[in-house]
């Protein structure tokens, strides 16, 4: 089984694959990340995906509407973005701090296709600073790599997942500071099981132990908001 899964997951769906596997040690189980945009076309393109977790719950919908998916999409997740540095406190600043001359550089996802990158343009145009930071603006084609131009230095700061954020690898090295979940639109995140794997066995069973509670307590555990729980700002 293949599983192509948003970047915000990177850290997460890597424990839960873990966990998963355990009890399918026979099995071969393959995580793969990237932007939700461009495997959205992939998977209308005939990526041999066999289950699809979307940072954006209409990419799945979309899927589904077309015939590429063969399950209704299940929300799995609400995401939040934060800003995070690996050079300054971030856990002092707001997005309006973003138009200090001192910060050269700030990385997002490509809205284009990266919905966490969206949900920045959305959040800096709420703020009035979109306009202001326009030219500082660096841009990763997932949130994973928005975060790493923010930890090797490229940019001064990222608007970041903050499931990657409270990950001991970026965690260890600086702060973040919550971005109002009432600045953009929620980031809901939703999986389905693709035309693809429609007879993967495995798709199904793994489709089922995202509702378990070990694999509910990892998604907590990074900062995921689940279906029925409420985000606090």
Do not use: C
């Amino acid at each position: 089984m293949t599983i192509a899964a948003a970047a915000d997951l990177k850290f997460a769906m890597d424990e839960i694959a873990a966990e998963f596997r355990k009890a399918h040690a026979d099995d071969q189980v393959e995580v793969v990340y990237g932007s939700s945009g461009k495997f959205h076309t992939q998977i209308q393109q005939g990526a041999p995906f066999d289950i699809f977790f979307s940072a954006d719950v209409n990419f799945a919908r979309e899927l589904k509407a077309a015939g590429q998916a063969v399950t209704e999409p299940k929300l799995y997740a609400i995401g939040r973005i934060v800003l995070w540095s690996a050079t300054r406190d971030a856990s002092k600043l707001a997005l309006t701090d973003l138009a200090d001359p001192a910060i050269k550089k700030i990385a997002i996802a490509n809205p284009e296709h990266a919905p966490y990158g969206k949900r920045a343009e959305e959040a800096l145009k709420a703020t009035g600073m979109w306009d202001k930071v326009q030219d500082k603006l660096v841009f990763g084609e997932n949130i994973a790599q928005t975060a790493q131009y923010a930890q090797s230095g490229a940019a001064d700061i990222g608007i970041v997942a903050l499931s990657l954020a409270v990950n001991q690898e970026l965690a260890s090295k600086g702060g973040y500071s919550p971005v109002p979940t009432d600045l953009h639109s929620p980031l809901e995140q939703a999986y389905v099981v693709t035309k693809h794997g429609e007879d993967n066995e495995l798709a199904f069973a793994f489709a089922s132990y995202m509702t378990t509670e070990a694999a509910r307590h990892i998604m907590t555990q990074y900062g995921f908001v689940l279906p029925g729980e409420t985000a606090q700002n």
